[in-house]
């Protein structure tokens, strides 16, 4: 017997996937909230991980503290694939893009 059924997943949770995956990289020492546009509602107005789903797609950005030790360029790719892949998994939704802004740098 087949069964045929929709299945959806929220930006919330897609946002929680992308924080705990970065969180859990090397070199990353946090996130950093970061003011966004000012149409976005009120409880939405600081996120350091905002996800924009379009047409089945996310787009995410992620914004975090890195440890001075590791090579940023190499960190951001690093993040970016591990996101990509994780979300894809994990919640069945492509990602277009992962945009890493690094906000800080500290010792570890």
Do not use: W
Not at 19 to 42: C, E, F, M, Q
Not at 74 to 97: F, N, P, R
Request: overall charge negative; charged content about 25%.
């Amino acid at each position: 017997m087949s069964v045929i059924a929709n299945i959806s997943v929220s930006a919330d949770v897609i946002r929680d996937v992308a924080k705990v995956t970065t969180l859990a990289t090397d070199g990353v020492l946090g996130l950093v909230d970061h003011p966004v546009v000012i149409s976005v509602p009120p409880r939405e107005a600081f996120r350091a991980v905002d996800v924009l789903l379009k047409d089945e797609k996310a787009h995410i950005s992620l914004h975090i503290v890195a440890a001075d030790n590791v090579s940023l360029v190499e960190l951001g790719k690093t993040i970016q694939h591990s996101v990509a892949e994780a979300v894809d998994e994990m919640c069945g939704v492509e990602v277009y893009a992962v945009d890493v802004s690094i906000e800080d740098v500290r010792k570890p």
